[in-house]
């Protein structure tokens, strides 16, 4: 939808399916080149794209917003996933004990390159054990990412 709404506004920047169900790739209408006048157009480039993005989500819904996140809110904690996918027994793709399947994007290839990745490797390859500070209000002594979403779900900007 969003890339038939560029079109059709005359736009040039590629729209894509990202990982995350709640993520969207843009890609400048042209590559960067190694000129420095190309590099210090970037910023401008984002910020075009991001307008683009807000004119799109304002056409769907009038008092919508984008909102930019670096990684979803509360990623693998409680029922973070609106609405509830249910018990992550039910993972067919990731097998992950803190991340629902629901939270992969659809389209065919993510879930599929999620499922392959675990058994290629036979388990979580993202199994990360990352300690943290342990002070009164602290109940885990460590993060525990087990599913791709916890990397390839991240703002790689």
Not at 3 to 27: D, L
Not at 92 to 111: L, Y
Not at 126 to 132: E, G, S
């Amino acid at each position: 939808m969003l890339q038939k709404f560029e079109n059709e506004h005359n736009g040039s920047n590629g729209w894509h399916h990202e990982y995350g169900r709640w993520m969207v790739e843009a890609i400048p209408s042209a590559p960067y080149t190694n000129q420095l006048g190309s590099l210090l157009n970037a910023e401008d480039n984002m910020a075009l794209r991001r307008k683009k993005l807000q004119a799109f989500v304002k056409h769907i819904d009038p008092t919508g917003e984008a909102v930019t996140v670096s990684v979803f809110p509360l990623l693998g904690v409680g029922d973070y996933f609106t609405p509830n996918a249910g018990n992550v027994a039910g993972n067919h793709a990731s097998m992950s004990v803190h991340s629902h399947d629901e939270v992969i994007n659809p389209h065919p290839r993510f879930p599929t390159l999620t499922r392959h990745i675990r058994q290629r490797h036979g388990f979580p390859v993202t199994a990360i054990h990352a300690p943290i500070y342990k002070d009164t209000n602290t109940t885990e002594e460590d993060i525990y990412a087990d599913a791709s979403v916890f990397g390839m779900g991240q703002c790689c900007l």
